[in-house]
């Protein structure tokens, strides 16, 4: 098969398909490669300097794309699938072959290729229906245990003087575990949404450490855990004051509670250069292992979940932490040791210089 373009047909084309997305492979019946652009190169890892007859085979082995193809030839029908290659990484695409049809040509002449790189969707897709599914068993857990000790009081506990009161303590509990998901979730889902409108102030961070250490006084004098405000006065941020507080809250809250009697937590916080300033929250907990560390600021993450329950924790602050933190055009970052302790560092704008 031979195209015959003129010289406007012929560049408009090429711009065309070079500026696509998508990795386009045209092939006629005889499965010889009659185009393909640019995103086709970058999908199959094409030389450049290919030249002669390019046949199908010689861009991709990939069973699944041959058949399509095929089909499509001896068909003329579309067809469409998700299939995965291999390259650098593995992606996933979405390919779709349809049949080229000429004007001139009664019958099917080709066939044209579309790749489309859906590996970031599948992934997200992924984790959106990995979080309903842990969702649903977080809610279900205290849930059931609610419903099981209302039944339990209701046929006769409620009279039972030994152990009525308890058993209300430990429907509050789970009640009060089931408020604070639904809280963090409400959360997140807004700052995911852009809902949570950041208001930058400047704020002078060591006093307003010392109003956060009223806050956690009485979680860290319950764990006997010794909070103490080493920030040098004199230093500044340029942050939301409710979303800094959230947090820094979160940060100091997990450092208390992941720590062990007689440990301490420690904020401190400087500069670093003109444009940024840092603010580290140190403690002598259990540590992380680092195995655990790129994961705890998934949603619902928790390295050891009886303790993060038994502690009020619903898996969900870092995640709310560090969208905060994005948010701010800041980052965050984590040291730890398992058994020494762990280090959360976040960096966010410094005030701007007076000029
Ligand atoms: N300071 C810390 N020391 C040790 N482990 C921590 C610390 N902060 C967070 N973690 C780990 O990261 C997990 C996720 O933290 P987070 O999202 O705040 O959830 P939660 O506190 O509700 O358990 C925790 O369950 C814990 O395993
Ligand atoms: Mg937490």
Do not use: C, W
Request: aromatic residues 8%.
């Amino acid at each position: 098969m031979s195209f015959r373009l003129d010289q406007y047909s012929q560049p408009l084309l090429e711009a065309v398909l070079g500026s696509l997305r998508e990795g386009i492979i045209v092939i006629d019946r005889q499965t010889e490669v009659v185009l393909y652009n640019q995103a086709a190169v970058d999908v199959f890892n094409l030389s450049p300097v290919m030249t002669g007859p390019l046949r199908l085979i010689d861009i991709t082995r990939n069973k699944a794309i041959h058949d399509g193809f095929q089909q499509v030839l001896r068909e003329g029908r579309p067809f469409d699938t998700n299939l995965e290659i291999f390259g650098i990484q593995e992606r996933t695409f979405s390919f779709r072959a349809t049949p080229l049809l000429m004007p001139s040509a009664h019958e099917v002449v080709g066939a044209i290729g579309v790749f489309f790189d859906v590996t970031q969707l599948v992934r997200l897709e992924r984790v959106r229906r990995e979080f309903f599914a842990n969702l649903s068993h977080e809610l279900r857990t205290p849930l059931t245990s609610i419903l099981a000790y209302v039944e339990t009081l209701l046929n006769g506990a409620l009279y039972d003087q030994e152990n009525n009161l308890q058993f209300l303590r430990i429907i509050n509990k789970h009640a009060m575990r089931m408020q604070n998901l639904v809280r963090d979730i409400a959360d997140l889902s807004a700052i995911e949404a852009g809902e949570f409108k950041l208001d930058p102030v400047t704020i002078e961070l060591k006093g307003f450490v010392d109003n956060l250490a009223v806050l956690v006084a009485p979680e860290a004098a319950a764990r006997q855990v010794t909070f103490r405000n080493e920030v040098t006065p004199g230093v500044y941020v340029q942050a939301d004051p409710q979303a800094l507080e959230q947090i820094l809250m979160n940060l100091i809250i997990n450092a208390v509670k992941f720590n062990r009697p007689g440990g301490e937590v420690v904020v401190t916080a400087g500069f670093e250069g003109d444009t940024r300033t840092i603010i580290a929250v140190r403690d002598t907990g259990v540590g992380i292992e680092a195995k655990h560390l790129p994961r705890i600021f998934e949603r619902l993450y928790r390295v050891d979940k009886s303790r993060s329950q038994e502690v009020g924790g619903t898996g969900l602050g870092l995640a709310i932490v560090k969208h905060l933190v994005l948010n701010h055009g800041g980052d965050i970052s984590v040291d730890s040791t398992p058994g020494v302790g762990s280090e959360f560092r976040i960096r966010l704008p410094r005030p701007p210089l007076p000029s």
